[in-house]
């Protein structure tokens, strides 16, 4: 199959850009089914804020109280009454006792 470059308009900037027969190529090598829908700077922005995690919404702590030393500490889930709940260090010595 022969691939030619075509110019497609990116979904972020509105801007043209072209998608070349090599990347034609290589998604198709891939199995990729769908073409690209941001130019290479969207791409590359959109990539840099996911890695920094800068879209991300802060994540819910709860302040609870270590069930093996009564140390107050913080857990990113909801703890339930029926389950102990361990600080980061009780936690680690507690894994590696198994």
Known sequence: MAFEDRTLKCKDCGNDFIFSAGEQEF?????????????RDCR???RRSRDDGSDRPARQMYTVVCA?????TEVPFEPKNDRPVYCRDCFQ???SSY
């Open 68 to 72: 093996e030393c009564g140390k107050e």
């Open 44 to 46: 590359d922005k959109r």
């Open 93 to 95: 010595e507690k894994r």
């Open 27 to 39: 998604y198709a090598e891939k199995g990729f089914e769908n073409d690209p829908v941001r130019c």
